[in-house]
């Protein structure tokens, strides 16, 4: 779907299926997890941590969030006028989910609901 303004207006949203949570937030369950974490958008990145059924995918991700989570450069972007704005929370998802059914029928419609609420025009989607 085409969007209906430019991007330098946009609210540009984050899913990343990382397993991404802040401190103080619950880690995912390590298969078939159908849960999200909504992530305060001015999280410090020093603050996440991950937890996903493919940890030794995760290397890279723990010394750099970036990789999976690019939290900073959605804020370069951001002020650097590229792009209008981030939402109050990103989102985060644990991507070892097995079962189709469950991601179509609970988990998408869930994450969609929920950056609809927070206003978000387009969404970076960043697999793991």
Known sequence: MPLEKPLSEC????V???????????????KDDSTFRAIPS????????FSHFTENYLTDA???????FPLET?????????I?????NVFSVMGANYSTRT???????????????????AVLVVPM
């Open 42 to 49: 001015t999280t410090a990145v020093e603050t996440l941590h």
């Open 103 to 121: 991601v179509q029928q609970k988990l998408a419609p869930a994450v969609v609901e929920a950056m609809a609420a927070e206003g978000v025009d």
């Open 74 to 82: 959605l804020r370069r972007l951001r002020a650097a006028g590229a």
């Open 62 to 68: 723990r010394r750099d969030p970036s990789c999976v």
């Open 16 to 30: 990343s299926t990382s397993g991404c949570y802040p401190i103080g937030q619950k880690g995912y369950q390590y």
């Open 11 to 14: 609210t540009i949203g984050l």
């Open 84 to 88: 209008g704005a981030l939402p109050e």
